[in-house]
């Protein structure tokens, strides 16, 4: 173990470089790159950097093992690849160069992958027993078509904003409508969905989540060692629909397609069925999996503030904070830590970036007016609230009730929580454990909407 108790990963390290290319060629590099990361953690027994962490390698603050890289140009009517394979211990470089037609990207797919793996193979890197490497060669989808709408649609899916999120699940319904058998496609339209009807979404719950379900069901069936997609639905069914049986099946059958899988839901999952240890443990395996990613210890962050344990979750904040001074979810935690740590002044000074014009959103407003209330600035606070729900974009039942408890108006702050349930908000399967509500603790009407959505569960007071 290291000095912090986490066991050391003595794995071969691998980063995959970002693929470059122009524009127009920007999604399809996108999708080899997301191909070559499926391919090499399904093949080989290595520690694969993630995207924070192959940031650092580019900028030589980090050294791994190896390097994979590839440039994509059009040539003469053709996409050109050029792939550089380089082992960083012995300064060896693989170079290939692969072309196909300009609208075959399936078979410039086969082709790039292929290299690749010829390149690690002959005993370059330990091997993982994987029947996933099969799985990750076939070609997703016979359609071409299909699989160049999906390309596209992951290139704006992970942008991570409202319009992205819009534009990425019009490509992934037009990729599912022209190939219905493409389960890659319906699993990332699922979570599209989920992300579209989140606390930070554009959509409304009752519109969102349905859709999700559907694909999600759909890409589960369709790709049954999906792993991914079988805890995304598992996701749904323990924080939505709270049936954790259900959860538990689905989370399961992804443990056991995929042992070393990580995923915020099966941390949820834990928690809320009383197995606090091993929620934990596996957000402490994401941080030592990823150990130099600034966005997994934000999202340790968020993970531990939600579960009560506000010390380790603004030690997380501050060395993401130390890293990007800029990160907004970053700034978020470590304030809300600050408070429930007894530090409301310092929560509200360190909060105040969040509330520029620039920056601010409904879910900030609201925050700050929570953090405002703790402080007994009930005028401002009500102003907060006010700006939150004038000001554009969408505004959650859950950071209302939210706000609402903290300036101890319990009333209005259960009419909205009621609200919440009604309309299955994601946020509701922290309300167990997140100190966010303790102002509505001690109420009869608290425990009463808990045991509806969990009623196997004891809500915790202690935290």
Not at 18 to 42: C, G, I, W, Y
Not at 96 to 115: E, F, K, P, Q
Not at 421 to 442: K, Q
């Amino acid at each position: 173990p290291d000095a912090g108790g986490q066991a050391s990963d003595s794995r071969v390290t691998v980063a995959i470089l970002p693929f470059s290319a122009n524009e127009a060629l920007l999604p399809k590099a996108m999708a080899m790159h997301d191909a070559t990361r499926q391919l090499v953690d399904a093949a080989y027994d290595v520690r694969l950097l993630d995207y924070a962490e192959t940031m650092l390698v580019s900028s030589g603050d980090l050294r791994p093992d190896w390097t994979i890289e590839s440039t994509f140009e059009q040539v003469d009517g053709q996409i050109e690849a050029q792939i550089t394979v380089v082992d960083i211990r012995s300064s060896d470089r693989i170079r290939d160069t692969v072309r196909a037609s300009m609208g075959d990207t399936l078979t410039m797919r086969a082709l790039v992958l292929a290299s690749i793996s010829e390149s690690l193979n002959a005993d370059r890197l330990p091997k993982r027993n994987s029947g996933l490497t099969g799985i990750v060669l076939a070609a997703p989808t016979n359609s071409l078509e299909a699989y160049d709408q999906f390309a596209i649609g992951r290139y704006h899916y992970l942008k991570y904003t409202d319009e992205g999120l819009a534009t990425a699940i019009e490509y992934f319904t037009r990729a599912t409508e022209l190939d219905p058998q493409f389960g890659g496609a319906f699993s990332k339209l699922g979570d599209a969905y989920l992300l579209a009807g989140s606390h930070q979404g554009f959509m409304e719950p009752a519109e969102a989540y349905p859709k999700a379900r559907d694909a999600l069901l759909r890409a589960v069936t369709l790709s049954p060692d999906n792993a991914l997609a079988l805890a995304s639905i598992g996701d749904y069914y323990a924080c939505i629909e709270s049936d954790l049986e259900l959860a538990g099946r689905a989370f399961d059958r992804a443990l056991k397609t995929q042992p070393d899988l990580l995923h915020t839901g099966i941390t949820r999952y834990y928690m809320l069925t009383g197995r606090e240890a091993e929620g934990f443990a596996s957000v402490e395996r994401s941080l030592a999996a990823f150990p130099d990613s600034n966005w997994e210890q934000v999202i340790a962050a968020h993970q531990y503030l939600a579960f009560g344990d506000s010390k380790r979750a603004l030690e997380l904040a501050q060395a993401a904070l130390d890293r990007n001074d800029e990160s907004s979810e970053a700034i978020f935690v470590r304030s809300l830590a600050l408070a429930e740590l007894g530090n409301t002044g310092r929560a509200i000074e360190s909060f105040t970036p969040l509330i520029s014009e620039s920056r601010t959103t409904p879910r900030f407003k609201l925050t700050y007016a929570s953090l405002l209330a703790r402080d007994n600035q009930v005028d401002a606070a009500r102003q907060m609230i006010s700006l939150a729900r004038s000001g554009g974009g969408r505004v959650t039942e859950t950071h209302l009730a939210m706000a609402y408890g903290w300036l101890k108006e319990a009333d209005t702050a259960f009419k909205w929580l009621d609200k919440a349930v009604a309309s299955r908000e994601f946020g509701l399967c922290y309300l167990p454990f997140s100190p966010l509500w303790h102002p509505l603790r001690d109420d009869p009407r608290f425990d009463r909407i808990l045991a509806s959505r969990y009623p196997n569960l004891v809500a915790s007071t202690s935290r």
